[in-house]
């Protein structure tokens, strides 16, 4: 890791050097013939790295992060090659939603590309239906302890990948999640893990049983999801409700945190959801798309801005 940042900030001051001593503070494109000559002396000189497709991102490093303090923090926890990936980006701001997600969740060069693909930035922002931009912190400047649904789950969550029809069961919905149980533990984030299906629950000798029980490695609790194949309804949050207590007097364990409730529901009202208490609290309500809306959200962020 120590290595990765060094490698991260001799890269930026290469591209700071380059754009002021070279070009006299022009952009890249203006002088691609002197770039391009400059790297071949480089790599000769220095070897691999230098390519002038390197320089040009090494510039545009330099150029979109001004001051290198302003990344530093979040370097420390990419690699030169998540970098690459960020510097495609235009908007500043998915740029640092995509720095912070990463290094806070340690995402994999792969992971950030498919994230990215999957436009998850966007599905965020206007899964809030604001135009709110504010990116989720890095883990390291949250207070310790400081956990639960705010930080786990997002809205919507895209699963195109279950190859459902437009009318479908919870039955086949469940089904298909299990049958792609890789793919949708990575659509929720990371650290999930799948614990039980069915989860079987005694109460008052009436057995309830919750669709999925799941458990975050990271935080440490215990997620309890329940899938509805319709518009969210009142009583989801009092049948979650007694999931949860459940779940905390008979599944906790000693240095677990108390567990979260998830419902995928296909919507949700604003203000049922606000006066449920499901935008804060320890139950969260989310959407589940199983086509892909991308060109939809695109158009949503547009009526938005």
């Known amino acids: 890791m120590s290595v990765n940042a ?5 890269y930026w001051h290469i591209g700071k050097r380059v754009r002021e001593e070279v070009l006299g503070g022009e952009r890249a494109a203006y002088g691609q013939d002197i770039i391009k000559r400059l790297a071949t002396r480089l790599t000769r000189q220095y070897g691999r790295g230098y390519s002038w497709q390197n320089l040009f991102r090494m510039m545009k490093f330099a150029e979109l992060y001004p001051d290198v303090e302003i990344f530093s923090t979040v370097s420390r926890k990419l690699g030169w ?8 980006l235009n908007d500043p701001d998915e740029r640092e939603f995509y720095a912070a997600h990463a290094a806070g969740e340690r995402w994999s060069v792969r992971t950030l590309r498919e994230r990215i693909t999957s436009q998850l930035y966007l599905r965020t922002i206007t899964g809030e239906g604001s135009g709110d931009r504010t990116i ?3 883990s390291e400047s949250r207070a310790p302890g400081d956990t639960g649904p705010g930080i786990l789950f997002r809205d919507p969550y895209v699963l195109d990948f279950l190859g459902l029809p437009g009318k479908h069961t919870e039955s086949q919905l469940e089904t298909a999640i299990l049958d792609e149980i890789q793919r949708f533990l990575l659509e929720l984030g990371v650290g999930f893990a799948f614990v039980e299906r069915q989860k079987r629950m005694t109460v008052d000798g ?15 609790c215990y997620v309890a999801v329940e899938l509805k194949t319709r518009p969210l309804d009142p ?4 049948q979650m409700l007694l999931y949860l207590r459940w779940l905390d007097a008979h599944q906790r364990h000693p240095g677990d945190l108390a567990p979260v409730g998830l419902i995928l529901c296909t919507d949700k009202g604003a203000e049922q ?3 449920l208490g499901l ?3 320890e139950i969260r309500a989310a959407r589940y798309l199983t086509r892909d809306v991308r060109k939809e959200l695109q158009a949503r962020l547009d009526a938005i801005e």
Do not use: C, N, P, Q
């Open 206 to 220: 009436r057995d309830f049983r919750l669709d999925l029980l799941l458990y975050h490695i990271t935080e440490r």
């Open 279 to 281: 935008d804060s609290g």
């Open 273 to 275: 959801v606000k006066l």
């Open 6 to 10: 060094e490698l991260v900030v001799l």
């Open 235 to 238: 009583g989801d949050y009092g």
């Open 136 to 138: 989720a912190a890095d």
């Open 81 to 88: 090659s998540h970098i690459a990936e960020l510097l495609l």
